[in-house]
């Protein structure tokens, strides 16, 4: 089994769901008491929040870089970004190790793919929704038309993630504001939503859409384990 290293704490809620899928998937798989092996490199989430606020995106590479090599070195063999934000640095991070960095992005899309769907909604944090990272990869690499939600949307979605599901806090309310966004998504022609913040599914099933969604903490979580037990098909989510 390959250990999984995974750089945590944006935020630690979301973290918690990673190593939760981490060992329920690897003991799926080889039953028994088996677990994963990994490795948690935990940041201080509100310093890596004021360098996003501030748009100092190479200080939060620097910072993150670090996190990756100190797994390595702690005998990580592929890396994982527990947040979906962060990505927008991913390629720094892969610089400055020699084991792979799993690509969140990469493999929504894969799965969007799988599915067969050409124009998919995304629910994220604003940096995520209006940072062309995303987009870019999702149009220009797999051929998948990406919307979201207006200006005003944005940041009631944003501001959840944040003030709430970053704490823990899980409220009805906010889950009614995020289904009436996805409604709007869907008319506007989404076909399925990602779940573009790891945070989100804290708050939304696949029980609560009419239409496929695409947990990027699930699948993200899953192919690590797929390829730290070198598994020749993807482990069931």
Request: with cysteine; charged share 20%.
């Amino acid at each position: 089994m390959k250990t999984i290293g995974l750089i945590g704490g944006m935020s630690w809620e979301s973290s918690l769901l990673y190593y939760k899928q981490f060992n329920q998937l690897t003991n799926r798989e080889l039953g028994g008491l088996h677990s994963s092996s990994c490795i948690l490199y935990s940041l201080n989430f509100e310093e890596i929040v004021q360098l996003q606020k501030q748009g100092k995106w190479d200080e939060s590479a620097a910072i993150l870089a670090n996190a990756a090599v100190q797994l390595e070195r702690s005998g990580a063999d592929v890396i994982l970004i527990a947040t979906n934000t962060m990505h927008i640095i991913a390629p720094q991070v892969q610089e400055a190790i020699s084991i792979p960095l799993i690509h969140i992005v990469d493999v929504t899309a894969e799965a969007i793919q799988a599915a067969q769907l050409k124009k998919v909604g995304l629910l994220a944090t604003k940096f995520t929704m209006e940072q062309p990272f995303y987009r870019e990869i999702m149009e220009e690499k797999y051929g998948i038309e990406v919307i979201v939600p207006s200006a005003e949307d944005r940041q009631v979605i944003h501001d959840i993630i944040f003030d709430e599901l970053c704490k823990g806090r899980i409220l009805e309310s906010s889950k009614q504001k995020y289904l009436t966004v996805v409604e709007k998504l869907i008319a506007s022609g989404a076909e399925g939503v990602i779940l573009g913040c790891t945070e989100i599914p804290l708050l939304i099933k696949a029980t609560d859409i009419d239409v496929p969604i695409f947990d990027s903490t699930m699948l993200h979580a899953s192919y690590a384990v797929k390829l730290a037990l070198e598994s020749k098909q993807p482990v069931s989510i």
